[in-house]
């Protein structure tokens, strides 16, 4: 019983993960890409709980993956604040 959430069909608090919904890491992208190709796949990435007494299955965002979505938002605004602000004035 290492689910925290309840079942929702059944109600029951007997649930499981049956592991990350996601695909295996592709090594050209991890170099091409490094730490921004793992914070998308954070992003986006959901885990698959069943339930024990029902067999009713969910997949759910952990908090992990909330924070990579936050920290990806916050990347982006970022990236274009720079490409969209005002510019800077060219004094010699």
Known sequence: MD?????????SKNVFRTGFSRP????????????YYLLIRGAFSKVTEKCSECGATQRIKTAGSWVCL??????LGLI???????????GY
């Open 24 to 35: 295996p890491v592709n090594i050209l992208r991890f170099l091409l890409f490094d730490m």
């Open 3 to 11: 689910g925290k959430n309840a079942c929702p069909e059944c109600g």
């Open 80 to 90: 274009a604040a720079a490409l969209f602000g005002p510019a800077e004035p060219s």
């Open 70 to 75: 936050i920290l990806l938002l916050l990347l």
